[in-house]
């Protein structure tokens, strides 16, 4: 009984914990400093690229959702090509939890090298994963 308990109130924390929006004023993991030359940025899904026909909608709109901040933001380029990229931007979005994650687009050892998840993250018009990703990239830029 005390297991079951145990287990039940592990869940419960666990769903609170993935429920929470992710707070763009949070502590920025940190940032690889291998990425502060990067300029050019290619964004897509785990599951595909924006114009992937079988691309679920929720993460096409994250990857355009993505794309408009970036652009705002204007310290990348964006290309539309991975092997024009200096960094490749993946994302996914669930109803549960969205994910960004930095990969180095010259080394293909599928280990991403900066990652945040979040609740409602890649949302159009507001992203606070892109806000935290900005300001990483901005940290590593300040120590060259």
Do not use: C
């Amino acid at each position: 009984m005390k297991r079951f308990l145990l287990l039940a109130i592990s869940l419960i924390l666990l769903a609170i914990s993935a429920a929470a929006k992710p707070d763009p004023n949070a502590k920025v993991p940190a940032f690889p400093g291998i990425l502060a030359n990067a300029r050019y940025v290619y964004v897509a899904s785990y599951d595909g690229d924006q114009f992937d026909r079988n691309l679920l909608p929720e993460d096409r709109e994250a990857i355009s959702a993505v794309e408009d901040s970036i652009q705002r933001w204007g310290k990348l380029t964006l290309v539309y090509r991975p092997f024009d990229a200096d960094i490749i931007i993946l994302v996914t979005s669930r109803p549960t939890e969205d994910l960004m994650a930095v990969y180095d687009a010259h080394h293909s050892s599928g280990n991403f090298l900066w990652r945040v998840m979040g609740r409602d993250g890649l949302q159009s018009g507001e992203t606070p994963l892109v806000t935290q990703f900005e300001k990483g990239f901005e940290s590593v830029q300040k120590h060259k």
